[in-house]
């Protein structure tokens, strides 16, 4: 069983910075991870995938080239740098891990597709 620990979720001003920090419990080397937010009122929406190997990422058109995903596997760790920030960005945003498919080196955008969540944080930005 994992048990992932979203940290970093804050207020910031429109234009602003946050780095998320997904801490998982257990060694998730070997999974895809991926980050979610849900403003309220709203169905839960992929943010940022990577792979297990960290050599692949994707991004939802609407964070592309302002949010980076990463990952420190040493650390059983996967961030979420946000940049450029808008107030459209408020929400709950949350970390998954995907079980391991070792052959397959992918991310995955769709929340079914993933067996572990955290909590959540909250981020919200004021414009």
């Known amino acids: 069983q994992v048990q992932l620990v979203e940290s970093g979720g804050g207020l910031v001003q429109a234009g602003g910075s946050l780095r998320l920090s997904c801490l998982a419990s257990g060694t998730v080397s070997n999974y895809a991870m991926g980050w979610f937010r849900q403003a309220p009122g709203k169905e839960r929406e992929f943010a940022a995938g990577?792979?297990?190997?960290?050599?692949?990422?994707g991004y939802a058109d609407s964070v592309k080239g302002r949010f980076t995903v990463s990952r420190d596997n040493a650390k059983n760790t996967v961030y979420l740098q946000m940049n450029s920030l808008k107030p459209e960005d408020t929400a709950v945003y949350y970390c998954?891990?995907?079980?391991?498919?070792?052959?397959?080196?992918?991310?995955?955008?769709?929340?079914?597709?993933?067996?572990?969540w955290g909590q959540g944080t909250q981020v919200t930005v004021s414009s």
């Open positions: 990577i792979s297990w190997s960290g050599d692949t990422t």
């Open positions: 998954a891990a995907r079980r391991p498919s070792p052959l397959i080196s992918r991310y995955y955008v769709y929340t079914g597709e993933y067996n572990y």
